[in-house]
């Protein structure tokens, strides 16, 4: 059979089981195994439809975990989601299945090595979530997945849970088919939504043990299920807070209103001086890395399909926003952007309160684009906005975490293989695409191990992730363990 070599064993089923699960996927004529697509696609298939209710109901209770990384009182949650994680590895045929501890929450490693001469994927994925809030706008509680009009509502149900767990019931698959093509190994952390910053701890201090070819992420997002899609890229981030300060306690507004400087007033001017009429960002030096992309990439790029008017009753929006002189696809896949995340201050309970706040806040992100860096942008947007507060506030930048741009080869074997895998799920091929969103450990993969990623993602853009009623389509997490089989496979021969 084209690309198949049989594991040492299929974890705890026994002789006569592997006998019957043989039998039943592996029809034999001549004494030879077919080895065509179609009977991959067979076995894959029947695999799924034998066990569709039970995969369903595993990620069910993964979802039920409020695994929330931001918040310390979710502490209790997060681990129990790691141990969940690790048992399914070892359920699934996973050896050396560890939740290895970190100075934060730990990152759950497993592998199955069949051949050391063999190639070998490394399957990365995060098992924390965003916050819930605001609670008030779910439909049905965050943590208690509900499924309507086919898709799965929960928080994680696409980012990251349902998505990487599809990996987890992927490999169940080959090791229960004996189909596994090559070696793969996982590593599954619990603070990628908090920046990641004790996995690079651990990539960098496990260099030997993650030895691999290539890295393999599901934690993106497709065009849609009729256009499927690759990203080919990611944006980095800069994420900072900022607080403006004024007088040294509250003030009746009615007796200090007019004499003494409002700093939610004073925050909402500066933060509206960071973009100029053009929604261009107003900060120094800001583009000085950005690199254009030639006419012929921004027409490769724009020839994805795009329905503007679908795009807007989607969000209920009457307009596009955004940097003048640029599409959609480009001003969220290739340009860089600035955004408020968050704004407060003073009085923000019901009823009212005549108050002028001695304080304001807000949480600002930066998407950042090839060549920049966050570290120059953090300092860039540091500079400035201390330069631009008036004398009569105070002025504090606290930076949180960040993460680098990257984009991935499309002429790699790992991409290729990918491609072929999406086609053959799908029937057509895949469109490469730019994704908007940051995934930090991407650059330090490539920095520390060496290694370029496949960003094969099964998400869609309006699936609301980190936003209430959150979901993931039944279709997609079915598909995704139908395709992600292949790309081993193909893998596995385009390696050879």
Not at 358 to 382: G, H
Request: with cysteine; proline share 6%; glycine share 8%.
């Amino acid at each position: 059979m084209v690309g198949y070599y049989p594991p040492k064993d299929l974890g705890e089923a026994s002789q006569s089981h592997k006998k019957n699960l043989r039998l039943k996927y592996y029809p034999q004529i001549n004494n030879t195994i077919f080895a065509s697509n179609t009977f991959t696609m067979q076995v894959i298939k029947q695999y799924i439809e034998d066990n569709k209710q039970r995969l369903l109901d595993e990620l069910f209770e993964l979802l039920r975990f409020p695994s929330v990384s931001a918040d310390p009182k979710y502490k209790a949650d997060v681990l129990n989601a790691a141990d969940y994680v690790a048992k399914k590895l070892t359920d699934a045929g996973a050896d050396k299945v560890e939740v290895c501890q970190t100075a934060g929450y730990p990152i759950v490693y497993g592998e199955k090595i069949i051949d050391a001469a063999l190639p070998t994927v490394l399957v990365y994925g995060h098992y924390d979530v965003q916050p819930a809030d605001p609670l008030e706008l779910w439909k049905t509680p965050p943590f208690e997945p509900t499924i309507r009009d086919g898709k799965i509502y929960a928080r994680g149900a696409c980012d990251d849970k349902g998505q990487f767990y599809m990996h987890v019931k992927a490999f169940e698959l080959m090791m229960q088919t004996d189909t596994l093509p090559c070696n793969i190994k996982f590593m599954i952390e619990g603070e990628e939504e908090v920046g990641s910053n004790n996995l690079s701890i651990f990539v960098k201090q496990n260099k030997e043990r993650l030895k691999a070819d290539v890295v393999l992420i599901s934690d993106t997002s497709m065009i849609s299920m009729e256009h499927p899609s690759l990203e080919t890229g990611l944006r980095g981030l800069s994420y900072l807070e900022v607080e403006v300060t004024g007088p040294n306690r509250d003030l009746h507004s009615g007796v200090y209103g007019g004499a003494v400087a409002n700093p939610a007033t004073i925050l909402a001017k500066m933060i509206a001086s960071l973009h100029d009429d053009d929604n261009h960002i107003a900060i120094p030096g800001f583009y000085d890395d950005v690199t254009e992309l030639t006419e012929t990439e921004r027409v490769e790029l724009n020839a994805a399909p795009y329905d503007e008017e679908e795009y807007k009753m989607d969000l209920d929006i009457a307009e596009v926003w955004g940097e003048k002189g640029y599409t959609t696809f480009e001003r969220t896949g290739t340009r860089p952007t600035l955004e408020v995340n968050g704004i407060w201050g003073g009085y923000i309970g019901e009823g009212a309160k005549t108050v002028l706040p001695s304080k304001a806040s807000a949480k600002i992100s930066m998407r950042l684009v090839p060549n920049q860096t966050s570290e120059k942008i953090t300092q860039l947007f540091t500079d400035h906005f201390l330069k631009i507060a008036p004398p009569f506030v105070k002025v504090k930048v606290t930076p949180h975490h960040g993460g680098e741009p990257v984009v991935t080869p499309t002429d790699s074997i790992a991409y290729k293989a990918a491609q072929k895998a999406i086609a053959e799920a799908f029937g057509k091929q895949p469109i490469p695409t730019r994704g908007g969103g940051s995934i930090p450990i991407v650059a330090l993969f490539e920095a520390e191990l060496g290694l370029k990623t496949v960003l094969m993602g099964f998400g869609l853009d309006s699936d609301a992730l980190h936003s209430p009623n959150e979901k993931y389509d039944i279709f997609n997490y079915y598909k995704g363990i139908e395709t992600i089989p292949l790309f081993h496979k193909y893998f596995a021969e385009l390696s050879k």
